[in-house]
C-alpha cells in the first residue's frame, strides 16, 4: 500500500469548526439533547424568532479557542426551500420516490462512511462503549430521542488477540459482525434526523472513533482494501 512523504508545513492548522443545523424551529432543543449525550460541550444559546443558535465544542478545553467547535441553528429558509423543492421533485417518502433516493439509502446502510459524514476521535474505548449503550436506550426511552438514533458499529479488522478478546466480552460490542477499513480501531456511527444534511435534507451521521495505543497502522491512519 502506498503513502505519501510528508511535507514540513510553515504554520500550524487544525479544524475550526463544523455548523450543523436541525431541520425545523420545535428540533433545536432535541438537536441540543442528543449533541451533549454524545459528549460534547455547550457553551452558548442564543435564543432567536427562527430557533435557537448553539455553540459546542468537542472538548471543554476548547471553551475559549478557535478550533473543535460545533455550531448549531435552524435550518435557514432558502436552503430549507432547495431541501423541499427536490423532496418533490424525487416523490421523497412517497409511493412514486425516485429510484435513486432508495439507492442513496441502502448505500448508506450497506456503509454509513458512503455519502458526507463528520467523525471525531474519542480516546477512551469505554467512553465510546457506554456511548453507544446510552444512544440504544435513549432510542428506545428517551421522550425527545426516540425514534431519532439509529446506531451502527464497525470493530477494526481480527487479528489481534487482546482487542477482540476485549470486544468479544463488550455488551455494545460483541455482537458485532460488520468490520472497518482496517485495523486497531473501533468506528461508532450515529445516524439521526434531528440534524440536516445534502440536497433534500435527509439524515446526518456523525462518527466516533477509538484507536488503539501503540500502533502505527491503525483505522484512521491506513486504509486496508
Not at 427536490?86 to 446502510?109: F, I, N, Q, S
Amino acid at each position: 500500500m502506498a503513502t505519501l512523504a510528508m511535507e514540513a508545513q510553515e504554520c500550524v492548522r487544525s479544524m475550526g469548526h463544523v455548523a450543523l443545523f436541525y431541520p425545523s424551529l420545535e428540533d433545536g432543543p432535541a438537536a441540543a439533547k442528543l449533541l451533549k449525550l454524545l459528549g460534547f460541550v455547550e457553551t452558548q444559546m442564543l435564543p432567536f424568532p427562527n430557533g435557537n443558535f448553539y455553540r459546542f465544542v468537542v472538548h471543554d478545553q476548547h471553551s475559549g479557542r478557535g478550533d473543535g467547535i460545533f455550531y448549531l441553528s435552524a435550518l435557514p429558509p432558502a436552503q430549507a426551500a432547495v431541501n423541499k423543492a427536490a423532496r418533490e421533485a424525487l416523490g421523497y417518502g412517497t409511493d412514486k420516490e425516485h429510484e435513486a433516493v432508495k439507492a442513496l439509502r441502502d448505500a448508506v446502510e450497506a456503509d454509513p462512511e458512503y455519502t458526507f459524514h463528520i467523525g471525531t476521535l474519542v480516546d477512551s474505548i469505554d467512553v465510546v462503549e457506554r456511548m453507544t449503550l446510552d444512544l440504544i436506550d435513549a432510542n428506545k426511552n428517551d421522550p425527545d430521542l426516540k425514534g431519532h438514533i439509529k446506531v451502527s458499529v464497525n470493530r477494526p479488522r481480527l487479528g489481534d488477540a487482546e482487542i477482540d478478546a476485549r470486544l468479544d466480552a463488550s455488551p455494545a460490542f460483541g455482537d458485532i459482525k460488520r468490520y472497518a477499513y482496517g485495523r486497531n480501531g473501533l468506528q461508532l456511527f450515529v445516524e439521526t434526523d434531528l440534524l440536516s444534511s445534502g440536497q433534500i435534507g435527509d439524515t446526518l451521521i456523525l462518527e466516533f472513533d477509538y484507536v488503539w495505543p501503540g500502533h502505527d497502522s491503525h483505522i484512521l491512519s491506513v486504509v486496508e482494501l
